[in-house]
Nanobody, 123 residues
Framework: QVQLVESGGGLVQAGDSLRLSCAAS????????MGWFRQAPGKEREFVAA??????IYADSVKGRFTISTNNAKNTMYLQMNSLKPEDTAVYYC??????????????????WGQGTQVTVSS
């Protein structure tokens, strides 16, 4: 059973940075496709970033500001978020999907989810 636990969210001002962490049970990064999604109040869950063979993929709204990475020794995935904007305010989730969905931007293809961590960016 895959377990994911996010942390690192908080209240920041526009222009600040945050690093989200996703602690995974076991060594799942080599067996699953991993990604980050977010959901703002009243909106559908949307893709943020994912690992993909040949190069990571990012939503246009975060490209150049967010970076996805992992520390395999710690079984932890990260989302470094720089130059935050008020429109980045949302609950952020890490997720795992079968490996053939590597780089998927469609949340329904991800089977395992963390509980989410709130990110609030004030203007």
């Amino acid at each position: 059973q895959v377990q994911l636990v996010e942390s690192g969210g908080g209240l920041v001002q526009a222009g600040d940075s945050l690093r989200l962490s996703c602690a995974a049970s076991g060594r799942i990064f080599s067996n699953y496709a991993m990604g980050w999604f977010r959901q703002a109040p009243g909106k559908e869950r949307e893709f943020v970033a994912a690992f993909r063979w040949g190069g990571d993929i990012y939503a246009d709204s975060v490209k150049g500001r967010f970076t996805i990475s992992t520390n395999n020794a710690k079984n932890t995935m990260y989302l470094q978020m720089n130059s935050l904007k008020p429109e980045d305010t949302a609950v952020y989730y890490c997720a795992a999907a079968p490996p053939y969905y590597s780089g998927s931007t469609y949340y329904r293809e991800y089977d395992y989810w963390g509980q989410g961590t709130q990110v609030t960016v004030s203007s």
